[in-house]
């Protein structure tokens, strides 16, 4: 799974759930017609779980443009959305699934008036090592026991 399977599928749900609304990156900055939604998916924990396989914590914010100030229409906006996601949402059509383990929205903008939703998403994904060294097939040991312990 890449972050690009991610914002498809993002962008795709969204673009389901609302049909009238335009969807932008966060790299787009002009001409921006409403009600839209911007955005962005930022890693934010990217480490080793073990030799095979990589922990991906993600944090995906998307901001809320409407056509008119209505205050119930953001908060049913935020319900639909977070209902979308649920718990466990799939990525794609190869079955597979991105955890959503925070889902919570604040009002920004100079007149807090731009409802911005962020959902934490954390994924495994496997990591490809190549394996150009020789392994081991057979190891020699040898104990040695310190004076004091015999």
């Given amino acids: 799974m890449t972050y690009g399977d991610i914002v498809q599928s993002v962008t795709g749900t969204l673009q389901s759930l609302f049909p009238k609304h335009n969807i932008y990156s966060m790299a787009r900055v002009e001409r921006l017609e409403r009600p839209a939604f911007f955005f962005s998916l930022k890693p934010v924990i990217v480490e080793p779980s073990n030799r095979r396989t990589r922990h991906n914590v993600l944090s ?9 100030k209505d205050e119930a229409d953001m908060y049913d906006t935020a319900t639909k959305i977070r209902d979308a996601l649920g718990w466990s949402y799939a990525v794609g059509d ?53 004076e004091e312990y015999k």
Wanted: charged share 25%; hydrophobic share 40%.
């Fill in 60 to 68: 995906l914010y998307i901001d809320y443009f409407q056509a008119v």
């Fill in 94 to 146: 190869k079955g597979e699934f991105v955890n959503v383990m925070e889902y919570d929205w604040d009002f920004v903008g100079s007149e807090r008036n731009i409802m911005e939703i962020n959902v934490t998403l954390e994924y495994f994904d496997t990591v490809n090592n190549d394996e150009t060294a020789p392994l081991i097939e057979d190891v020699d040991v040898t104990y040695h026991l310190r």
